[in-house]
């Protein structure tokens, strides 16, 4: 790897030749993310937004219609993608390709203006092949990170050129954030107004001329204000409003975990850490040591924000410099606020990759983090890096490459790691567009399957949602006299590992899982592709087909 001394003297600009690394870029972290369209493990998170958008191209509204607890951007996006490009999980996984390769491009541009090109292709490489290779699933964590890499772009730039069309970007790309997912959009517009007060203050001087404070407002307003008259038009501006405020009532409490919570059940953790030869063990724990590693960066971007900010007060560095660090660091130093506040485990850690790889490029290479400790670590830290990631990125990848077991869905071809029994069944006994309950949660079959779900909750978790929501599944099955449910019974297993702050009286208590064994009668034993089983139920009064 090359030394951190090649990397530019100017902050605004890059050399030539560096103009084509991005493209080159963009079509290899493409290519390498398309050979994902097809697999599937069958996650039940893919789910929430396809059915979203599903209904979306029925006519429905969100909020009204049907229940959503984060904001409505990911739904009409991925209808806009279906309506235009067509109806399939390959058209929503390609688009996915597309947002981690633009993500890619903007991780390399980022770390290129303090970093040597072979360090930040080496964190832009990190981020395709064990960032969005990592969970490569349409959810809206990806997209609205997307446009929150898209957002800190725009601010270097706007603090490199001073001009009011990047402004005006910041400020866009900030709001259609918070418009796909509420949280992270919150804690980058923290990270956005805590960088740019820093440099007002440490910098002692203005930021932004008032046209470009203006530009930003102007594109931070307009979306927002387009989208709650869409809204007050459909008669649920309230609805949504409340409706996205209601994670902070109901989603923490199941869903808080310790910082950096790995998800591994106690089998996972047995078969990681005690089986098998010592040195297979090693390797393993190599192979899955990035999952602690990640979460540390932020940790090192909350120090950096604090070392930036001093460095611009006493003007040590450049003051072009300063502002990139200051800036970027403060906005991972909000972004890691809303992680904390909503679900602080390795997942949601990993759908901030790209941004974290850049303060891991200033790690390995920047010309400004100078001291005789670190030059002397920064050989063994690229080699562990290299070691560890690579072992990760390649496990993702064999199991993907590795996946034989072929299903012909009504929404495209599928490949998963082992065999799925629900999908050939259920396509062979309930007609595209019929009521088909998927109890508690797997949105991805009704999705996959062309069924409709009855209620108006395609991701309902006890312990989380409300015992009104509860009575409003049962209301739906009654009054739509549902004939056929996909029930799990073994869901509370899961529990323990996925949402340890589950109460247990949810578990033990669960009046839909109560009312499905009352009025349903069981048909046929399935299994899921992830080794989940359920029961195909009909009502009591029919017989099984």
């Given at each position: 790897m090359q030394a951190a001394n090649e990397a530019p003297d100017s902050l605004p600009s890059c050399p030539d030749r560096d103009r084509l690394v991005p493209v080159l870029l963009f079509v290899v972290s493409f290519a390498y993310l398309a050979a994902f369209r097809h697999y599937?493990?069958?996650?039940?998170?893919?789910?929430?937004?396809?059915?979203?958008?599903?209904?979306?191209?029925?006519?429905?509204?969100?909020?009204?219609?049907?229940?959503?607890?984060?904001?409505?951007?990911?739904?009409?996006?991925?209808?806009?993608?279906?309506?235009?490009?067509?109806?399939?999980?390959?058209?929503?996984?390609?688009?996915?390709?597309?947002?981690?390769?633009?993500?890619?491009?903007?991780?390399?541009?980022?770390?290129?203006?303090?970093?040597?090109?072979?360090?930040?292709?080496?964190?832009?490489?990190?981020?395709?092949?064990?960032?969005?290779?990592?969970?490569?699933?349409?959810?809206?964590?990806?997209?609205?990170?997307?446009?929150?890499?898209?957002?800190?772009?725009?601010?270097?730039?706007?603090?490199?050129?001073?001009?009011?069309?990047?402004?005006?970007?910041?400020?866009?790309?900030?709001?259609?954030?918070?418009?796909?997912?509420?949280?992270?959009?919150?804690?980058?517009?923290?990270?956005l107004a805590l960088g740019l007060a820093s440099l007002r203050i440490a910098g002692r001087q203005p930021v932004f001329r008032r046209s470009e404070v203006a530009s930003i407002l102007a594109g931070f307003f307009l979306p927002i204000l387009g989208v709650c008259a869409y809204f007050g038009a459909e008669r649920s501006l309230a609805i949504m409003l409340q409706d996205s405020l209601w994670p902070l009532l109901h989603y923490t409490q199941a869903n808080r975990v310790p910082y950096g919570w790995q998800n591994w059940s106690d089998n996972a953790r047995q078969t990681i850490f005690h089986t098998g030869p010592l040195g297979i063990r090693v390797l393993k724990i190599l192979a899955v040591s990035p999952g602690f590693f990640v979460p540390v960066l932020p940790l090192v971007g909350i120090g950096l924000f604090g070392y930036w900010a001093i460095q611009m007060r006493r003007r040590k560095i450049a003051p072009g410099h300063c502002s990139y660090y200051v800036l970027i660091s403060a906005v991972l130093s909000g972004l890691l606020f809303s992680v904390v506040i909503v679900r602080a485990d390795i997942i949601h850690f990993m759908y901030l990759?790209?941004?974290?790889?850049?303060?891991?490029?200033?790690?390995?290479?920047?010309?400004?983090?100078?001291?005789?400790?670190?030059?002397?670590?920064?050989?063994?830290?690229?080699?562990?890096?290299?070691?560890?990631?690579?072992?990760?990125?390649?496990?993702?990848?064999?199991?993907?490459?590795?996946?034989?077991?072929?299903?012909?869905?009504?929404?495209?071809?599928?490949?998963?790691?082992?065999?799925?029994?629900?999908?050939?069944?259920?396509?062979?006994?309930?007609?595209?567009?019929?009521?088909?309950?998927?109890?508690p949660y797997l949105p991805l079959y009704n999705y996959l399957t062309a069924t409709r779900s009855p209620s108006p909750y395609d991701y309902f978790q006890p312990g989380m949602n409300t015992i009104e929501q509860t009575q409003r599944i049962i209301i739906s099955l009654r009054s739509h006299q549902v004939r056929a449910v996909v029930f799990e019974p073994w869901f509370s297993n899961k529990f323990s590992n996925s949402w340890p702050g589950t109460p247990l009286t949810a578990i033990a208590n669960d009046p839909v899982a109560d009312y499905i064994v009352r009025n349903y009668h069981v048909c046929r034993f399935l299994n899921s592709a992830s080794d989940w089983r359920f029961e195909y139920m009909v009502r009591r009064e029919e017989p099984c087909p």
């Amino acid at each position: 790897m090359q030394a951190a001394n090649e990397a530019p003297d100017s902050l605004p600009s890059c050399p030539d030749r560096d103009r084509l690394v991005p493209v080159l870029l963009f079509v290899v972290s493409f290519a390498y993310l398309a050979a994902f369209r097809h697999y599937s493990s069958l996650e039940p998170d893919e789910g929430i937004v396809l059915q979203g958008a599903e209904r979306i191209m029925r006519g429905e509204v969100p909020y009204r219609d049907f229940f959503s607890f984060y904001t409505p951007g990911s739904f009409y996006f991925v209808a806009f993608l279906f309506r235009f490009l067509g109806d399939s999980l390959v058209v929503a996984r390609m688009s996915l390709a597309v947002a981690g390769a633009v993500c890619s491009v903007i991780t390399y541009l980022l770390a290129r203006r303090v970093c040597s090109r072979s360090v930040a292709l080496f964190a832009a490489g990190l981020t395709t092949a064990a960032g969005f290779a990592y969970r490569f699933l349409v959810l809206h964590n990806w997209y609205s990170t997307l446009l929150a890499c898209l957002a800190v772009y725009a601010a270097i730039r706007s603090l490199e050129s001073n001009k009011t069309f990047w402004a005006f970007a910041t400020g866009c790309f900030a709001s259609l954030t918070v418009l796909v997912e509420q949280s992270k959009g919150t804690g980058l517009c923290l990270g956005l107004a805590l960088g740019l007060a820093s440099l007002r203050i440490a910098g002692r001087q203005p930021v932004f001329r008032r046209s470009e404070v203006a530009s930003i407002l102007a594109g931070f307003f307009l979306p927002i204000l387009g989208v709650c008259a869409y809204f007050g038009a459909e008669r649920s501006l309230a609805i949504m409003l409340q409706d996205s405020l209601w994670p902070l009532l109901h989603y923490t409490q199941a869903n808080r975990v310790p910082y950096g919570w790995q998800n591994w059940s106690d089998n996972a953790r047995q078969t990681i850490f005690h089986t098998g030869p010592l040195g297979i063990r090693v390797l393993k724990i190599l192979a899955v040591s990035p999952g602690f590693f990640v979460p540390v960066l932020p940790l090192v971007g909350i120090g950096l924000f604090g070392y930036w900010a001093i460095q611009m007060r006493r003007r040590k560095i450049a003051p072009g410099h300063c502002s990139y660090y200051v800036l970027i660091s403060a906005v991972l130093s909000g972004l890691l606020f809303s992680v904390v506040i909503v679900r602080a485990d390795i997942i949601h850690f990993m759908y901030l990759a790209p941004l974290w790889f850049v303060l891991l490029a200033w790690v390995l290479g920047s010309s400004h983090l100078q001291s005789h400790a670190l030059t002397k670590i920064r050989p063994y830290l690229i080699a562990y890096v290299s070691v560890a990631f690579g072992m990760m990125a390649l496990a993702v990848l064999l199991t993907v490459t590795g996946a034989r077991n072929r299903i012909e869905t009504r929404r495209g071809s599928i490949t998963t790691g082992e065999k799925d029994t629900v999908i050939d069944y259920v396509q062979a006994h309930v007609v595209p567009g019929q009521g088909l309950l998927v109890y508690p949660y797997l949105p991805l079959y009704n999705y996959l399957t062309a069924t409709r779900s009855p209620s108006p909750y395609d991701y309902f978790q006890p312990g989380m949602n409300t015992i009104e929501q509860t009575q409003r599944i049962i209301i739906s099955l009654r009054s739509h006299q549902v004939r056929a449910v996909v029930f799990e019974p073994w869901f509370s297993n899961k529990f323990s590992n996925s949402w340890p702050g589950t109460p247990l009286t949810a578990i033990a208590n669960d009046p839909v899982a109560d009312y499905i064994v009352r009025n349903y009668h069981v048909c046929r034993f399935l299994n899921s592709a992830s080794d989940w089983r359920f029961e195909y139920m009909v009502r009591r009064e029919e017989p099984c087909p």
